[in-house]
Nanobody, 125 residues
Framework: QVQLVESGGRLVQAGGSLRLSCADA????????MGWFRQAPGKEREFVAA????????YYLDSVKGRFTISRDNAKNSVYLRLNSLTPEDTAVYYC??????????????????WGQGTQVTVSL
């Protein structure tokens, strides 16, 4: 059973950086693609970044390209999201998710089978 646990969210000033982590506490070692999504108050959950099982392909929301970097360490059952040059518009709850669906479904919430509980990122001016 996949059990995703996010960590690393906190209050940070604009222009700052964070690294979010997501660990599979279930240690399932199944070949899932992984994604990060975020949800701001009053808004729908939106795709942020995805990475395939072996880490050879990544995909990003246009507004985070060049600022955010997704990576994974399968030996540690973990996926990471590095957030640089943060702005208040990046404030949201960030969720990681695991997908057994085709890579073409990477941007859709419906393409993911398991979700973590989320970690809050707040960016202040």
């Amino acid at each position: 059973q996949v059990q995703l646990v996010e960590s690393g969210g906190r209050l940070v000033q604009a222009g700052g950086s964070l690294r979010l982590s997501c660990a599979d506490a279930g240690r399932t070692r199944t070949a899932y693609a992984m994604g990060w999504f975020r949800q701001a108050p009053g808004k729908e959950r939106e795709f942020v970044a995805a990475i395939n099982w072996i880490g050879s392909s990544t995909y990003y929301l246009d507004s985070v390209k060049g600022r955010f970097t997704i990576s994974r360490d399968n030996a540690k059952n973990s996926v990471y999201l590095r957030l640089n040059s943060l702005t208040p518009e990046d404030t949201a709850v960030y969720y990681c998710a695991a997908s057994s669906s085709a890579w073409s479904s990477r941007r859709s919430t419906s393409g993911y089978d398991y979700w973590g509980q989320g970690t809050q990122v707040t960016v202040s001016l």
